[in-house]
């Protein structure tokens, strides 16, 4: 069998790698020369996929990355991972799935499946993608050739997350279109979700989005009244958590980061507009998360306060780049919100983290572009008047951290594990 994965990133990749494990011929397709290229060469370019698993596949000859459109009249099946962002307005853009959709269609032969998996609002695939299909290939869809929505589960820093074994759920545009679907993703993962439809599948992945951009926004939100209270959220979380039935743990943070829970809401938000519905949770969870930057940074200016310290001039380390732990994937870090607010207000700042040794240049982000990871001694980190920690990465050495620092402001309960550490420490 011999497929097409469309997207070769922090999705597509180790879905190929996946395929091609379990003897399936893989093209994968990018329009990102650079990757395409380091796919070829055997070499990685995310940080908890190893080279050596590329190169195997590679070799074998079951993996080969190409930017060539044309080799999908080669495939049985063409499986979409593209990136779906909002814009500036933060509206959806589905400019990434319509362009693949037309790059695809004129090599579509009778017979193909094409699947998406990017994230997205319930109608995509059998309005828009659909669309774009039928009128490049001149098939017709469900008939001429099968359309179905498979939604991604990728868990990029558990180490315990292996694709094979996550469920999935596919819905198909017909009944012969999900058996398809369901035939070809059996030959890789091990428990298949069929539902209905497409949309029923799309609106499945949107509720795991939004139930922990909710669920987020609620402990966040007692986080704040808590603390005025004087109770210690991370303390109240832990107890709760006792409880063996219909409790389950969400933790507070910095504000929401990656590429999934702060956006997908919204393309449902979106969506909902057109059938003349509100989406009130959506947009409160949105709100409440938005508000968590300024809230940790006034944090930290009353810390400086009690030091009889203005922000203004004073020097502030963000610990953690990357939006979660142990990964070097920083698209919407809070932490960068973070090093925005601090500067507004006049603060010095730099940024730590091990994963993270220099900004890559994004369209978000540009003036940060550039800038470096400060050195790990203890010279550099007693040099700054509050350090913040935004990221509990794992190889961040906490102990060295409560030694040498003046002043933590902790933002993931991190500390709680060093209660002799010799700096101050506070929670925000
Ligand atoms: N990263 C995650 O953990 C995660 C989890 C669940 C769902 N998703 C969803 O999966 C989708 C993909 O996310 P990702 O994290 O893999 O994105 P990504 O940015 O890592 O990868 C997308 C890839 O698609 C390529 N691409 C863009 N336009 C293309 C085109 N027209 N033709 C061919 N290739 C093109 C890009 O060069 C890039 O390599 C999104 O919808 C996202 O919401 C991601």
Request: proline share 6%; hydrophobic share 40%.
């Amino acid at each position: 069998m011999k497929i097409a994965i469309v997207g070769l990133g922090y999705v597509g990749l180790p879905l190929s790698l996946q395929f091609a494990r379990n003897g399936v011929e893989v093209i994968g397709l990018d329009v990102d020369a650079r990757k395409v290229k380091s796919i070829n060469a055997g070499r990685s370019y995310i940080a908890h996929i190893e080279a050596a698993g590329i190169r195997q596949m590679v070799q074998s000859g079951r993996l080969i990355a190409s930017a060539d459109f044309a080799r999908v009249k080669e495939v049985e099946a063409v499986i979409i991972c593209v990136p779906t962002p909002l814009n500036k307005n933060r509206e959806p853009d589905l400019s990434y799935i319509l362009n693949t959709g037309r790059s695809i269609a004129p090599h579509l032969r009778r017979g193909v499946l094409v699947v998406l998996e990017s994230t997205t609002y319930p109608g995509t695939t059998d309005t828009e993608l659909r669309e774009v299909l039928e009128i490049g290939s001149g098939l017709e869809a469900g008939k001429d050739f099968h359309l179905a929505f498979s939604p991604e589960r990728e868990d990029p820093s558990n180490p315990a997350s292996r694709v094979a074994e996550i469920p999935k759920v596919v819905g198909g545009l017909t009944s012969g279109c999900r058996e398809r679907a369901a035939a070809l993703y059996g030959r890789a993962i091990r428990t298949l979700v069929p539902v209905s439809s497409c949309r029923a599948a799309e609106a499945t992945k949107l509720l795991e989005n939004i139930f922990r951009s909710v669920n987020i926004a609620l402990v966040n939100e007692l986080k704040v009244v808590y603390g005025v209270m004087g109770i210690d959220v991370w303390e109240v979380i832990e107890a709760a958590k006792t409880k063996p039935f219909g409790f389950m743990a969400f933790y507070p943070g910095p504000g929401l980061g990656g590429h999934c829970i702060p956006i997908d809401p919204f393309y449902l938000t979106w969506k909902a507009r057109e059938y003349g519905q509100a989406t009130r949770f959506i947009e409160l969870a949105g709100e409440v998360n938005t508000a968590m930057p300024e809230h940790v940074v006034h944090r930290v200016m009353e810390v400086l306060n009690e030091a009889r310290k203005p922000m203004n001039g004073s020097r502030v380390l963000v610990l953690g780049l990357a939006y979660k732990p142990n990964v070097d994937d920083d698209r919407e870090s809070p932490s960068y919100r973070l090093l925005d607010l601090l500067k507004r207000r006049g603060a010095h700042v730099g940024y730590y983290d091990p994963h993270v040794p220099v900004i890559r240049p994004t369209r978000e982000h540009a003036h940060w572009a550039g800038t470096k990871s400060v050195e790990w001694t203890r010279e550099t980190v007693a040099g700054f008047d509050v350090v913040l920690i935004a990221t509990a990465h794992e190889a961040v050495n906490y102990a060295e951290l409560g030694e040498w620092a003046q002043v933590i402001v902790d933002t993931r309960n991190v500390m709680a594990g060093y209660p002799n550490a010799k700096a101050r420490l506070h929670k925000a």
